[in-house]
C-alpha cells in the first residue's frame, strides 16, 4: 500500500470541491454562488465537483450516514472544500483504490465520511477576513483544523502539511467554502491507516524470526526480553549479526560461555541486552542513507562508526575489529534491518571480555601469603562474605595485613590470641562488623578516584576518610591512627584491592573494647549496696528478670533505691513488711509489673539522650515520662509523685542505670491496689436482684445503657426484680416479660418508666434528700423524697416506694435500690386513659 498520509489527504479533497465553481466575488471580497442554491445542489450542478458529490454518495451508502441530507441542511456551514484534482491525487497515491467505487466494504466507507466531516465546521459562515493565526476550528468530525496566516491562508491538520485556500469565501445559500489544494486528514484515519498497513507487514522481530541465519539472534532478543521493543513502532534500523558471528563471539569469551544459556546471571543478561540495544539506531537508514561518521544508538552514550572502504561501508565498534555488511535493506512494517558477519561490541562488553581473565577479590587474598589472616577471618566470621567478595560487585576493599592483625589480637588482650577467639554469636557479629567496615560496595575506587578529605560509606554502615599525604593514601577510621596503603590497585575482576598495615576499627568495635572492662546491669546492681533490695525483688519475682538483664541488651533501667523500696512497702500497708510478702503467685505477678515498668529495652539511654516531655515505652508496656527540671531528671509514673534521677548514666556491657529515689507505678498496678469503680450500668449488671432493671433498659432500646455508662453524674432509683414483677402483673395478661414490650409504642412506653428513675445532673445521697424535696426527672416529670423512718420515694401513683438500699457509689453517679417501679402521670394516662 502507498503512503497513508496521501491516502486520507486525497479523499478529503472531494468533499468540499463540490461547493466552489460558478462563483463571483461581491463588494465585500465575498464570492457570491450565481444562485441561492445550497452546498450539494451546487455540487451536483458543477461537473468539476463530480468527485466530491461521488465522495458523499459513496460515503451515504452505509447505513445510518445521510451526509447530502446534513450538508443540505439550513446551517449555516463552514466549509474547506478539496478540489478534484485533491481526490485525483489522493486515488493516484493509493493501491487497490483506482476510484472512489473501490470503497466498497462498510469500513471503507465509514472512513470516507470520517474524513468528509472533517472538512465541515457546523457552527457558523466564516469568512477569510475572520480567521486569525493559530486559530483552531472544531470540525463536524471531532478533531480540531488549526489556521496559519503567512503569505496566504493555510489549514494545518492531523498529517502535518498544509492546505493552501486557493478560493476563499465562495457564498452558498446554508454558508461559505473556502476551496482547499488538499484534502484534510483527521488523526483516527492516519491511526486507522498505519493499523491496516502495519497488520500487512511483520515487524522486525517477524523478520528476523523468518531469516534462517539469524536464528541465534532471535533466541537473543528473546532472552534479552527486547521483542517487544523490537515489535514497537519505530522506526529502527538493526545491524543483525549472522549465527556465524554470534558463535566467533561465544569463543572469544572462553569455556564458560558454550552458548545463550550461559548467560544467567542478571549482569549478564543486562550485558547481552546492552549489546543488542548497541545494534539498534533508532530511526530508519537504508544502504543508500549510509554516511561516513558516527551515529548515535538505542544504548544510551553509545554510538557506532561507519566507515567508508573500497566504495562501501564497514561499521566499527569499540574493539578493532571492524562488521561487514553481508546484505542490506531488509525491511519491515518497523525499520529496516542490515545483515552484518560480527556482533558489535560497545565498550562494557569489552570490560566484560577483559574482566573474564581477572581473578575475584577473594581469589587475590587466598593466593597472597600476607592476607592469610584476613581470609581466616572471613572464614570465622561465618557470616557469608567469602561468597559476597567472590560475588560480581563492584567492591574497594581495604585489606589488612597479617602484621595489621596481629597487632589487634595484642591491643584487645589475653582473651584474643587468635581469630579462632573470636567464637561467640556476639564476637563473630563483631567481626562481621570490622570486616565489613574495610568494604565499599558499588565501585571499583582505583587510588586515582581518591582525593584528599572524601568521606566513603562503607558496607558496615560507618564511613571511612581519605587522607592523601606524601603521595600516599591514608585510611581514617573511628581511632586516632590512619592505615597506610601500602599496595595501591590491585585489579580484581569484581573490584579492586588496596592492601593497608592497619585493621579499620569502627565506633561500634571501639565500643566492644571499652564494654570488655563494663558490668552488666546485674552485676552493678549486686555490688552495689543501695540496689540491694532492688536485687532481693528481681530474686522473689522469680520470671527470669535476672537473667533477662543479664544478656545483650541494651536496656536503660531506673533503679529504685532501698530507701524507695521501703517506702512502697509502707504504702502497701500492714500486709507487706517486706519484699518476701510478695509471696502468692498473683503478688508475684504483680511485683513483675512493677520492676519491668523501670525497663526499656532495645536503648541504652543517657541523661544527655533525654529531653523534657519525653514518652518512653517500658517492658511492662506503659511509657514512663521525662520531665528536666533544675538540671535534674525526673521519671514521672501513673502516680502524682515524680520520681528524681540521684545518679545517673551508670554505665554498663548491656545498658545504661540511672539510680531514682521512687518506686515507679503503672496504671494497670494502680487498678490493681485500687480497682476502679464501675458505672451505673455496670454495677446493675453485678446485682442480680437488679437483672430486670438491665433487662429493661437493652429492651427499651433507646440508648439508655449507653447513658447511663457515660460521665453523668446520675441518680438512679433502680427497682428490684420482684417490683418489675408486681408491674407486670399489674398490666394483665399482655405482658408476662418485659419482651412483651415489642412495639414501638410499648418500647417508647417503657423508655418513659426508665428514664422517670432518673435524676441527670447530681449524684444525691440519701443523706442529703430533704423531706417533700422535688426531684426533677429525665423522663420530664419530678419525684419527691419522703423523709419517715427511712427514706421513700412518691410518684404519681399514690404508692410510695421505699429506699431498701441506698448509696450505692458509682463512677458515675449514685444508685439507691427501691422496690416499687415508678409511674410517671404520663405512663398512667397511657395505661389509665381518663374517661370522658
Known sequence: ????????????????????????????????????????????????????????????????????????????????????????????????????????????????????????????????????????????????????????????????????????????????????????????????????????????????????????????????????????????????????????????????????????????????????????????????????????????????????????????????????????????????????????LPQSAIDFVTSLSLKSIVEIAVETDDLSLLVEALQQANAGLVETLSSEGPFTVFAPTNQAFVALLDALGDDYHSLADFDTEEEKALLVQILTYHVVAGTAAFSGDLFDGQEIPTVQGENVGINLKNGTVHIEDATDKNAAVVIPDVEASNGVVHVIDKVLLPQVALDFVASLSLKTIVEIAVETDDLSLLVEALLQANAGLVDVLSSEGPFTVFAPTNEAFVALLDALGDDYHSLADFDTEEEKALLVKVLTYHVVSGTAAFSGDLFDGQEIPTVQGENVGINLKNGTVHVEDATDVNASVVIPDVEASNGVVHVINKVLLPQEVLDILSPSVPNIVELAISVDELSLLVGALIQADAGLVEVLSSDGPFTVFAPTNEAFVDLLNSLGNDYNSLEDFDTAEEKALLTKILTYHVVAGAAVASGELYNHQELPTAQGESLFAIINHGVDIRDKSGTDANVIAADNIASNGIVHIIDKVLLPQEVINILNPPSH
Not at 452546498?39 to 445510518?64: F, M, P, R, Y
Not at 454558508?175 to 482547499?180: A, E, L, M, S
Open 1 to 344: 500500500m502507498k503512503k497513508i498520509t496521501e491516502l486520507k489527504r486525497i479523499l478529503m479533497f472531494a468533499i468540499l470541491s463540490l461547493i466552489v465553481l460558478s462563483c463571483e466575488k461581491n463588494d465585500d471580497g465575498i464570492t457570491e454562488s450565481t444562485s441561492a442554491k445550497n452546498l450539494v445542489t451546487t455540487a451536483q450542478e458543477t461537473d468539476a465537483l463530480s468527485s466530491l458529490v461521488a465522495a458523499l454518495i459513496k460515503a451515504d451508502e452505509n447505513e445510518g450516514t445521510d451526509l447530502v441530507t446534513a450538508l443540505s441542511s439550513e446551517g449555516p456551514f463552514t466549509v474547506f472544500a478539496p478540489t478534484n484534482e485533491a481526490f485525483s491525487e489522493l486515488l493516484d497515491g493509493l493501491e487497490n483504490y483506482d476510484s472512489l467505487e473501490d470503497f466498497d466494504s462498510e469500513e471503507d466507507k465509514e472512513l470516507l465520511a470520517t474524513i468528509l466531516t472533517y472538512h465541515v465546521f457546523a457552527g457558523g459562515a466564516v469568512p477569510s477576513s475572520e480567521l486569525s493565526n493559530g486559530q483552531t476550528i472544531a470540525t463536524l468530525q471531532g478533531e480540531d483544523l488549526e489556521v496559519k496566516l503567512e503569505n496566504g491562508v493555510f489549514i494545518k491538520d492531523a498529517s502535518g502539511a498544509d492546505a493552501r485556500v486557493v478560493i476563499p469565501n465562495v457564498a452558498v445559500s446554508n454558508g461559505i467554502v473556502h476551496v482547499v489544494d488538499k484534502v484534510l486528514i483527521p488523526q483516527t484515519v492516519i491511526d486507522a491507516m498505519n493499523d491496516e498497513e502495519d497488520d500487512k507487514e511483520g515487524t522486525l522481530v517477524d523478520l528476523v524470526v523468518e531469516t534462517e541465519s539469524l536464528s541465534i539472534l532471535e533466541a537473543a532478543v528473546i532472552k534479552a526480553e527486547l521483542v517487544e521493543t523490537l515489535n514497537s513502532a519505530g522506526p529502527f534500523t538493526v545491524f543483525a549479526p549472522n549465527d556465524d558471528a554470534f558463535v566467533a563471539l561465544l569463543e572469544i569469551l572462553g569455556d564458560d560461555y558454550n552458548g545463550l544459556d550461559d548467560f544467567d546471571t542478571e549482569a549478564e543478561l543486562m550485558l547481552l541486552k546492552d549489546i543488542l540495544l548497541y545494534h539498534v539506531i533508532p530511526a530508519e537508514v537504508f544502504a543508500a542513507d549510509l554516511a561516513a561518521g558516527n551515529v548515535p544508538t538505542a544504548l544510551a552514550e553509545n554510538s557506532l562508526e561507519i566507515i567508508a572502504l573500497d566504495e562501501t561501508f564497514v561499521i566499527g565498534d569499540a574493539s578493532d575489529t571492524n562488521a561487514n555488511i553481508l546484505g542490506t535493506d531488509f525491511t519491515s512494517s518497523n525499520g529496516v534491518a542490515h545483515i552484518i558477519d560480527k556482533v558489535l
